[in-house]
């Protein structure tokens, strides 16, 4: 008997202690990014939420180098956090009006911006007057603008390149002339021959994410939706098909390797097992994390789809953007931080372009030292002035509300047209089922 | 309550119950019933993030048409008709032989089947992952072995991710039904088995017509958990094949998940697809009582 209320008295110990520490939890988080006090808009601390710890998060924390510099007063956090459960905190913060534990400032990606900026509205500071346009490429600008309000200060560029190992294509008797200006079928018809020659895929493809499939489209300068960025455009959009039509062809032809995530993508190219890498430009930073393989790596424009005329051979995919939240305790000092780094220090993008291979979004980037030095891992290749080259040749599209939305119902049509269902008649389904998601 | 002068002994535990019982209920409306009747009210709404409006039936409306929900729930159905009995089955036949009291390191047995349960969802789905991933340690040893010559795709083959997860269920959760197996069986009076030994039963027939019998409301009992818990099977396939091939291996828990934090949030429809899994276990718990229940009332 005693022995029981002791062991009661006991679990109600602990479950107080516990509930202590859940809201002791909630109050540090507060106090370190700041809570929300209406009113106050200035604040001494900062803190900036990031995904990806060798670029983004790097990025961060040497813009904070910059900042100190100018204002020492001003502490400022960076936090590095998956991007899903950064999406995740602010939709569940944002949709409750709970500032405690939000950042000041944080980092989106360039697909789901738009999303935001409509769920939330009032939540993402307006920055007219902070940054300059006339700074920044156009493509990059109008995922954050709205008329003429700006949302956001630009960052990485998502320039699709197609990286490939010199030493595969020459076993299977391409040279570095033969990947310039590429069409993906004749990409198909060398990934054929590197197949049989030197028995390794030629690229990896991902059936849960068919970003192959997005590069090929916005090539064409078309996306799943309109214009508009909400009429869905999946049955009669003809770049669409034949972007389809092509990674089938993919599939078909053996030339890819399946992989499962994004661990398992980065680790097929890491090991040698593919000969190529189209992909947006960041993937660099990876690529040039497999030391072996230096000197054996180059750069050439991403192919364009043969068949539609529209398309070029530029393209983008991924890409992120800063933005301060409206609601947290200073956001003026987070707009000034935004201001005096990212939207305006080209000795920070500088630096940047050496520590973690950036391509930035600035159009004065071109002009920058390391822009112009030669890059030893690609065999002496100047590959950020391509990158820039490239960069102003992305042809713009509205990616509008639904990206994600929209691709988990396309990443299934795919799959099934790849194992052999009516294009028309599968497009046309998954035309009907998007409208009904983003209705 | 009656009121009267000086509370006799019986009327201060009465209090006292009453006290306890307030409190859990309070605990209960304010943590449970609160959230689901708001979830209910949310389920009327539709609209992106916090611009929510209230929109009536519409979202269930749309859930009939909505092809992803479909294969969502074709999916969470299948891993319920196969993993389900699969993993009963595999429990209670693993209780009973070690239940066995001639048989030796019990204890160790024992200890190594239940072990899986107390391993965390993520780890051990990350452990599966790997295990079972195109250059892991499962398909190379099949390898090894010549019985395959090139690795099986288990995550990126549609039909092969939802067996891992399949197996990935079964080894987390056969130990923990396992062990309601084994209280059970020594709750069996041993003079019945002594009985039908005397009458010359098999072992089998032991086991169906006395074991099974005797352990019917605990059969019952895990068979309702087992379906609700696969029924909201969110970490497994979060982890392991994030839904994927192209949702081939997507639940209901984990679209739900899309609905609010993938896709563009809204939190009205999602609130609608999960009162649809409510309905669903509430319907199949009916059903198991009936089937299974009855005789307990004699």
Sequence with gaps: MKAKRILAALLGGIMMLSMAACSNDGKNEGSSAGSSQAGEETADSLTIWAWDDTFNVAAAKTAIK???????????????????????????????????????????????????????????????GSVDPSKFADYKLKFMTDVDKIYGVPFDSGVTALFYRTDILEEAGYQEDDMEDLTWEKYIEIGKAVKEKTGKAMLTLDPSDIGQIRIMMQSAGEWYVKEDGETVNIKDNQALKDAVAIYKEMVDSGISKQVADWDSFVGAFQKGEVATVPSGCWIASSIRAAEDQNGKW???????????????????????????????????????????????????MNDLVSEISLVSTLKSAGE???????????????????????????????????????????????????????????????????????? | MPKTKGYSMEHKTNRWGWVFVTLSTLLILLFVFYPMIQTLITSMQSGMG???????????????????????????????????????????????????????????????????????????????????????????????????????????????AKILIIIAITWRWTGYNMIFYLSG????????????????????RKFTAITVPMLKPIILFTTITSTSGTLQLFDEVMNITGGGPANATVSISQYIYNLCFKYSPNFGYAAAVSYVVVLIIVILSFIQFKIGGDKREH
């Design chain 2, 185 to 204: 069986l020594q709750n069996i009076e041993p003079s019945i088995y002594e009985a039908a030994d005397l009458d010359g039963a098999s072992a089998f």
């Design chain 1, 298 to 348: 180059a750069v050439a424009p991403i192919p364009r789809l043969g068949n539609n005329e529209k398309s070029v051979n530029s393209s983008n995919l991924g890409g992120a953007s800063w933005y301060v939240l409206e609601n947290v305790k200073g956001a003026d000092t987070a707009v000034k931080f935004l201001a005096e780094t990212f939207a305006s220090n080209d000795d920070l």
């Design chain 2, 50 to 160: 916090s611009n929510l409006s209230f929109v009536g039936l519409k979202n269930y409306t749309r859930l009939l048409g909505d092809a992803t929900f479909k294969k969502a729930l074709f999916n969470t159905f299948l891993y319920l008709i196969i993993q389900v009995p699969v993993m009963i089955i595999l429990a209670l036949l693993i209780a009973v032989v070690l239940n066995d009291p001639k048989l030796k390191f019990r204890g160790v047995f024992r200890t190594a089947i239940f072990l899986p349960c107390v391993t965390s969802l993520v780890a051990y789905s990350l452990i599966m992952k790997s295990i079972f991933a195109d250059d892991g340690l499962f398909n190379k040893m099949l390898m090894g072995l010549r019985i395959i010559s090139s690795p099986i795709p288990w995550v990126t083959d549609p039909v092969f």
């Design chain 1, 66 to 128: 910059y900042y100190a510099e100018k204002e020492p007063d001003v502490k400022v956090n960076v936090v590095s956090m998956a991007q899903d459960d950064i999406i995740q905190k602010l939709n569940a913060a944002l949709s409750t009006g709970t500032y405690d534990g939000l950042p000041n400032i944080t980092l989106i990606e360039d697909y789901r911006i738009q999303n935001f900026l409509t769920s939330y509205p009032g939540e993402i500071k307006e920055l007219t």
């Design chain 1, 368 to 439: 920058l030292e390391n822009y112009k030095k030669e890059n030893e891992f690609f065999g002496g290749q100047k590959v950020f002035e391509d990158f820039a080259d490239w960069t102003e040749q992305i042809p713009a599209v509205n990616y509008g509300l639904h990206t994600y939305a929209v691709e988990d119902i396309m990443t299934e049509a795919v799959q099934s047209i790849v194992k052999g269902a009516d294009m028309e008649k599968t497009l046309q389904n998954a035309q009907s089922q998007a409208e009904a998601a983003v209705g």
